[in-house]
């Protein structure tokens, strides 16, 4: 049964002002019965947020909503190192994502080709692959950051090492299992190696290396805020722990909605080009 | 067998333990097509592949227009079994690929045309800008032949192409490889199980015995007349002969021949035999 979208759109929205109510309601009475009074020594210390004895430091949905709104009115602005609009550091993640991501497929796709086309290889470099894939990126930040002596492009690194190995598998799977009578097709046309591989193995590939591409990309993104918590400086995941250490709890929630979209859109993104290279029996 | 273009010379396939087929003789003149018949599992398929060039034989080998095979070649064009189009391009740029190896500097406006020719020969003026995943079984071979014909090439070579087709789609593009054929005086290699096949088509049609050991057991000659036409072959003299002739041979001395040759039986000889004469 298909069913509309206008329906499931609906019942979507329905769960979600739902849930929103929800939490502003349980918040809104703990609120009113009045919660512990903070002390007031406490109170001097933490400033002014959560001095306010009764009141919660979980914000209320209306709460983040007003803070949304400001943050959006001027995502670029620049106030000084510690101080840019949640647009800039968006767009400084997006960059060391891109850059790192863009690197990776540059290797890992030649290197892919490489393996699906020599079985020798890929026995060869199978057990680095194999050691090396589960590594944690964050693991290698350290030697990245004394190697490289750069936070910004140790990230860059660390992006780098955990998109290049779904792409390098799917890349190998894909070349390797091209049909042998493609192959023999261009054997018998004596097409050249540079011309079956451009014009028969990558187009008979691209849907698997695609798939490998948008896991990479998913797992880059997922990275990136871990790096930027650790590295500092600019970047949506230091601009998380940033508004930690406010105790900023509304721009935290408002991050990871954040963070949450721009990953669908990446997703989406290359769904969309895999859809263009999709080829169907 | 000194004038033929195509010379098979004692060519055998082995694999440890068993022997596919061995000491296989056989020529192919000039314009002449030759089919060859045989069961499942005489290695068929490896001899047109050894012929195409994308295998090699265990022993002996072939020699066409007087150089020994050392690999593909575009002057031996292949009809595959599956259609072996690729599914991301359309038909007019299947066609287009192959030309494009052929004419390495043909401008792409010069391919587009020739290829959109080549597929006129074949009727599918219409089905051009299609994948072939929007054409059906007949119109995809259909593709595939125009293909193996737009590079003009010396000699065809067609593995079963027409099995996996309905009765109806292959009486058509039977009849339609025998008029290419016949308009280009094509020198052509066809591998079937389907005797009408090989009697509408064939000049020569070698019969096999059942591997393994599979050998040359003889060689029919097809002396019908031509043309031929599918609707009205069974009406021609020596029809009955020829189609009795090859059927019993298939039914049970394809056996019986497999389990001990005659003993003036000569591999490099096969006897010819004419039963429709």
């Known amino acids: 049964m298909l069913i509309p979208f206008w329906r499931s759109s609906l019942l979507s929205l329905a769960l979600l002002i739902l849930f929103l109510g929800a939490w502003e309601l349980a918040l809104r009475s703990s609120a009113a019965t009045g919660g512990s ?3 007031a020594e406490y109170a001097a210390l933490v400033g002014a947020a959560a001095a306010q004895g009764g009141q919660t430091p979980m914000p209320m949905p209306s709460e983040i909503a007003a803070r949304l709104w400001q943050l959006l009115r001027d995502p670029f602005y620049v106030r000084g190192t510690n101080d840019q609009g949640i647009g800039v550091q968006i767009a400084y993640s997006l960059a060391r994502v891109g850059i790192g991501f863009g ?36 693991a290698w930040m350290p030697l990245a950051l004394y190697t490289i ?88 995941g230091y601009w998380v722990w940033n508004q930690w250490n406010n105790l900023s709890l509304a721009d935290i929630v408002i991050a990871i909605l954040m963070i949450g979209l721009v990953g669908l859109l990446l997703d989406r993104l290359l769904g969309w080009v895999a859809g263009a290279v999709a080829w169907q029996e | 067998m000194n004038h033929a273009y195509v010379s098979v010379e004692g060519i055998a396939r082995r694999y440890p333990g068993a022997t596919i087929f061995e000491d296989l003789w056989f020529g192919v003149n000039r314009g002449e097509f030759v089919c060859l018949v045989g069961h499942s599992g005489c290695g068929k398929t ?56 052929r ?25 051009a800008d299609k994948k072939p995943s929007q054409l059906s079984g007949g119109m995809k071979q259909r593709v595939g032949i125009a293909r193996a014909f737009a590079i003009a090439p010396k000699m065809l070579l067609m593995d079963e192409p027409f099995s996996a087709l309905d009765a109806l ?13 016949s308009e280009a005086d094509q020198t052509a290699f066809m591998i079937t199980h389907d005797v009408d096949e090989a009697i509408l088509l064939a000049d020569r049609i070698l ?35 020829l189609r009795e002739h090859i059927l019993d041979f298939l039914i049970t001395r394809s056996r019986l021949m497999a389990q001990g040759l005659p003993a003036d039986w000569n591999p490099r000889h096969a006897p010819e035999v004419r039963p429709g004469a």
Request: hydrophobic share 50%.
């Open chain 2, 103 to 127: 004419h390495k500097d043909m401008p792409r406006a010069q391919l587009r045309d020739a290829a959109r020719e080549a597929l006129e020969r074949v009727g599918l003026t219409a089905a």
């Open chain 2, 207 to 241: 019969l096999m015995t059942n591997g393994p050991d599979a050998r040359l057991a003889e060689v029919v000659v097809n002396t019908l007349p031509r043309p031929r036409m599918r609707a009205t072959l069974h009406k021609l003299p020596g029809y009955h002969a």
């Open chain 1, 103 to 138: 690197l990776a497929a540059l290797v890992a796709i030649p290197l892919g080709f490489a393996i699906g086309m020599s079985p020798l290889l890929g026995a060869v470099l199978n057990p680095f692959i194999q050691v090396l894939r589960p590594v944690s990126p964050l």
């Open chain 1, 149 to 236: 002596k750069d936070s910004s492009i140790s990230s860059v690194f660390v992006i780098f090492i955990c998109s290049i190995w779904p792409m390098l598998l799917n890349t190998a799977f894909g070349v390797g299992s091209v049909r042998r009578e493609w192959l023999n097709v261009a054997r018998t046309l004596e097409a050249g190696s540079l011309k079956t591989a451009w014009r028969v193995i990558l187009p008979a590939a691209a849907p698997t290396i695609l798939t490998g591409m948008r896991i990479s990309i998913g797992i880059a993104w997922l990275v990136i805020v871990a790096a930027e918590m650790l590295v500092g400086g600019t970047g949506i």
């Open chain 2, 169 to 181: 789609t292959r009486g058509a593009l039977q009849d339609e490889v025998a008029r290419l054929v």
């Open chain 1, 37 to 39: 009074v903070v002390d």
């Open chain 2, 46 to 101: 490896t001899v047109l592949n050894i012929l195409a060039g994308l295998e090699k034989p265990s022993d002996g080998e072939v020699i066409v227009d007087g150089q020994a095979i050392e690999g593909p070649s575009l002057d031996r064009a292949v009809i595959f079994q599956g259609h072996a189009l690729m599914p991301w391009m359309t038909a007019e740029q299947n066609v287009a690929f192959a030309l494009s190896c």
